[in-house]
């Protein structure tokens, strides 16, 4: 996943994009959640390629299992 993912503070406002290209991870990641296919964003996004794409889902996964503590 590191070496598809970078965060910069002077890119994107320091938004996990894939490594060398402006285009967030949370972009990937919402179009798939709205039908697009690997194949339409590779269509989308010429600069990028399917192990882009698994590491946007990789990395989105991450998030998922940080375990968040409410402050009461």
Request: with cysteine; charged share 20%; hydrophobic share 35%.
């Amino acid at each position: 996943m590191n070496e598809h993912i970078s965060i910069d503070s002077t890119v994107c406002h320091g938004q996990a994009c894939i490594k060398g290209t402006r285009i967030p991870v949370h972009q990937i990641i919402r179009m798939l959640a709205n039908g697009d296919t690997f194949e339409d964003l590779l269509y989308a996004y010429p600069s990028i390629k399917q192990e882009d794409i698994f590491a946007c889902l990789e990395y989105t996964a991450t998030l998922t299992e940080e375990q968040v503590t409410p402050i009461s």
